[in-house]
C-alpha cells in the first residue's frame, strides 16, 4: 500500500504539481486548499506525511500544525512546512509549534521524493532553528 500524503496547499498551481511529482513515482496524494480542509482530511484519511504550506489565508501552515498535532493518529506523523521564506525566524516558529522540517519553494521537483522518503522512514533532516 503506498504512503499517504497530504498536502495543504492553497495555491492550485503547487498542489498540482506536488501531486504530480509524487504520485508519479507512487504515492498517494491527499489534497487541501485551506488549513481547515486540511485539517478535516486529515483526521479523517490520518496520514503518512503531512506537507503544509505555511503562508495560507484565514488560517496559517503555523497555526494548522498546532491543530493537527492534537488530533488522535497524528502526534507521531511528520508534518513538514513547504515555504519560500526560510529565514530563521520563520523556520524557529516552524519547529516550535511541531514541525519536523521544512522543504524550500520553489520545489526541487528532482529532490522532492527523496525529501518525502526521508522523512516517512524518520530521517528526515531537520534544518529548523539552524
Wanted: hydrophobic content about 45%.
Amino acid at each position: 500500500m503506498p504512503s499517504r500524503i497530504l498536502y495543504i496547499e492553497d495555491n492550485i498551481d503547487n498542489l498540482i504539481l506536488v501531486r504530480r511529482v509524487l504520485a508519479s513515482v507512487g504515492y498517494e496524494v491527499l489534497e487541501a486548499t485551506s488549513a481547515q480542509e486540511g485539517i478535516r482530511v486529515a483526521a479523517r484519511c490520518l496520514p503518512d506525511l503531512i506537507l503544509v504550506d505555511i503562508n495560507m489565508p484565514e488560517i496559517d501552515g503555523l497555526t494548522a500544525t498546532v491543530q493537527l498535532r492534537q488530533l488522535p493518529g497524528l502526534e507521531n506523523v511528520p508534518i513538514v512546512a513547504l515555504t519560500a521564506n526560510v529565514m530563521k525566524g520563520v523556520l524557529d516558529k516552524a519547529e516550535a509549534v511541531g514541525c519536523d522540517g521544512y522543504i524550500a519553494k520553489p520545489i526541487d521537483v528532482d529532490r522532492l521524493p527523496e525529501q518525502v522518503s526521508a522523512y516517512l522512514s524518520g530521517n528526515g533532516r531537520s534544518t529548523l532553528g539552524t
